[in-house]
Nanobody
């Protein structure tokens, strides 16, 4: 079974920083691309950042220059460093594994809440 456990969220003021972690099990972590997603109130879940098995990264335009995705294969963990946070970053953040068709796997974790106050 695939298990994804997100942590590190919290309440911060605009301009602050948070570092999210996602511990994965049940997959061969080192050969899978990983991604961070978020879902804000009243909005669909969106892909925020992706990191490939070789370390290549990609970001949605709204977070470029502020967020950094990274991975530690020895710990089966993917991270999202979030700096210069804005109120519009408020959402529940999830990680997941990319399938062969570039879609996330069906088994989502519980997510971690990020709230940015103004």
């Amino acid at each position: 079974q695939v298990q994804l456990v997100e942590s590190g969220g919290g309440l911060v003021q605009a301009g602050g920083s948070l570092r999210l972690s996602c511990a994965a099990s049940g997959i061969i972590f080192s050969i899978n691309a990983m991604g961070w997603y978020r879902q804000a109130p009243g909005k669909q879940r969106e892909l925020v950042a992706r990191i490939g098995s070789g370390g290549r990264t990609a970001y949605v335009d709204s977070v470029k220059g502020r967020f950094t995705i990274s991975r530690d294969n020895a710990k089966n963990t993917v991270y999202l460093q979030m700096n210069s946070l804005k109120p519009e970053d408020t959402a529940v953040y999830y990680c997941n594994v990319f399938r062969w068709d570039n879609q996330p796997m069906a088994s989502w974790g519980q997510g971690t809440q990020v709230t940015v106050s103004s």
